[in-house]
T-cell receptor, first 113, second 116 residues
Framework: AQSVTQLGSHVSVSEGALVLLRCNYSSSVPPYLFWYVQYPNQGLQLLLKYTSAATLVKGINGFEAEFKKSETSFHLTKPSAHMSDAAEYFCAVIPNQGGKLIFGQGTELSVKP | NAGVMQNPRHLVRRRGQEARLRCSPMKGHSHVYWYRQLPEEGLKFMVYLQKENIIDESGMPKERFSAEFPKEGPSILRIQQVVRGDSAAYFC??????????????FGEGSRLTVL
């Protein structure tokens, strides 16, 4: 079954530092890939998505992700972390044949002042 | 607010009782999805419904769980004879068309079920 793996359940960075959240997918054919963010006690919000167009995808709040087929990765980055970025981030995939949106385990991002 | 509305936000039940969770999709959306988030785990797909139809229920436990999306009114996720292991956050999402193909699901704020 196709899936996504998020490396690191907790990531802590200092305010102003680079944010890097890792996501790898398992698929022989490039799927559709997504990053969602969940703020405390809220639902999920779409940050960005890759649907086989440009490999570098820009999302909201200054986040971006790069699709790398050779590494089967779709890591999320932001050059400079803000306190307001503290949340849980989920990588998700729609397998190439379509079907349900499958989520990774999530990575909790903490931002230290 | 025209977002996905879920209620109740918090529900406490004793073992053996029934839990009913409601979801009103965004205006104009006819596709509803239910996901469950267990503590320290990601979101697990449960069921995908359109009006009066269950499209995919491959993530639903075989017993005690059911879902519906009637022609009128909200979608309902029903859990009979709850057990402690049912304690989780249940999220509803909606999309205007076949959200599977775009991944753009719009999520509610979740219903948090606690089973005592």
């Amino acid at each position: 079954a196709q899936s996504v793996t998020q490396l690191g359940s907790h990531v802590s960075v200092s305010e102003g530092a680079l944010v890097l959240l890792r996501c790898n997918y398992s698929s022989s054919v490039p799927p559709y890939l997504f990053w969602y963010v969940q703020y405390p006690n809220q639902g999920l919000q779409l940050l960005l998505k890759y649907t086989s167009a440009a490999t570098l995808v820009k999302g909201i709040n200054g986040f971006e992700a790069e699709f790398k087929k050779s590494e089967t990765s779709f890591h999320l980055t932001k050059p400079s972390a803000h306190m307001s970025d503290a949340a849980e981030y989920f990588c998700a995939v729609i397998p190439n044949q379509g079907g349900k949106l499958i989520f990774g385990q999530g990575t909790e991002l903490s931002v230290k002042p | 607010n025209a977002g996905v509305m879920q209620n109740p936000r918090h529900l406490v039940r004793r073992r053996g009782q029934e839990a009913r969770l409601r979801c009103s999709p965004m205006k104009g959306h006819s596709h509803v999805y239910w996901y469950r988030q267990l503590p320290e785990e990601g979101l697990k797909f449960m069921v995908y419904l359109q009006k009066e139809n269950i499209i995919d229920e491959s993530g639903m436990p075989k017993e005690r769980f059911s879902a519906e999306f009637p022609k009128e009114g909200p979608s309902i996720l029903r859990i009979q004879q709850v057990v402690r292991g049912d304690s989780a956050a249940y999220f509803c999402a909606s999309s205007p068309g076949q959200g599977w193909n775009t991944g753009e699901l719009f999520f509610g704020e979740g219903s948090r079920l606690t089973v005592l």
